[in-house]
T-cell receptor, first 116, second 109 residues
Framework: NAGVIQTPRHKVTGKGQEATLWCEPI?????VFWYRQTIVQGLEFLTY????????DSGMPKERFSAQMPNQSHSTLKIQSTQPQDSAVYLC??????????????FGEGSKLTVL | GQQVQQSPASLVLQEGENAELQCNFS?????MQWFYQRPGGSLVSLFY???GTKHSGRLTSTTVIKERRSSLHISSSQTTDSGTYLC???????????FGKGTSLTVIP
């Protein structure tokens, strides 16, 4: 079991450029979550998929941020026209919806985005 | 929204001392998890404990749903225990998980 895989681990972009972050959940997990973490704001929820369908995107900034889950093996978080305030560690987590580990969250290592 | 309060916000211990971290929540839950995070690191799951008491080495987690609280006890603290401890709650229907703001623990030799 490889765990949740996030790529890239580090990304540096210039202001105004686009950044795409990838997440591969643990095989068999039906729920995928995206969070953003900064020193100032702490851990912030962004969006949540269940069985690939978007369930809750209440934490996503309405402009410039979008997330997709085109198949059960990966999800992407895209930030258009990046701004310095988007600099953060973006964390992906998955969770099974059945079986002995249901209700548990498993996090990836995170993708550190730096916008210059 | 759901309220998750962690206390204390920060804690400094001398190596060998014990620590008690608290997580209080506003409504009943069906999922409770404690995480550890080293600066710059990811979240490592310590316990999945929606009710009762669980032990792992020097760590003990106790969740009392009726009292809407969960605690994490660290005995004989070590410098390597330094970091941030977060609790996360989940609710029926597998909606979002709700995180506390964390307890920052520093253990000095």
């Amino acid at each position: 079991n490889a765990g949740v895989i996030q790529t890239p681990r580090h990304k540096v972009t210039g202001k105004g450029q686009e950044a795409t972050l990838w997440c591969e959940p643990i095989s068999g997990h039906s729920a995928v979550f995206w969070y953003r973490q900064t020193i100032v704001q702490g851990l912030e929820f962004l969006t949540y998929f269940r069985n690939q369908a978007p369930i809750d995107d209440s934490g996503m900034p309405k402009e410039r941020f979008s997330a997709q889950m085109p198949n059960q093996s990966h999800s992407t978080l895209k930030i258009q026209s990046t701004q310095p305030q988007d600099s953060a560690v973006y964390l992906c987590a998955s969770s099974p919806l059945g079986g002995p580990n249901t209700g548990q969250l498993y996090f990836g290592e995170g993708s550190k985005l730096t916008v210059l | 929204g759901q309220q998750v309060q962690q206390s204390p916000a920060s804690l400094v211990l001398q190596e060998g001392e014990n620590a008690e971290l608290q997580c209080n929540f506003s409504t009943s839950l069906n999922s409770m998890q404690w995480f550890y995070q080293r600066p710059g690191g990811s979240l490592v799951s310590l316990f999945y404990n929606p009710s009762g008491t669980k032990h792992s080495g020097r760590l003990t987690s106790t969740t009392v749903i009726k009292e809407r609280r969960s605690s994490l006890h660290i005995s004989s603290s070590q410098t390597t225990d330094s970091g941030t401890y977060l609790c996360a709650l989940g609710y029926t229907g597998y909606q979002n998980f709700y995180f506390g703001k964390g307890t920052s623990l520093t253990v000095i030799p």
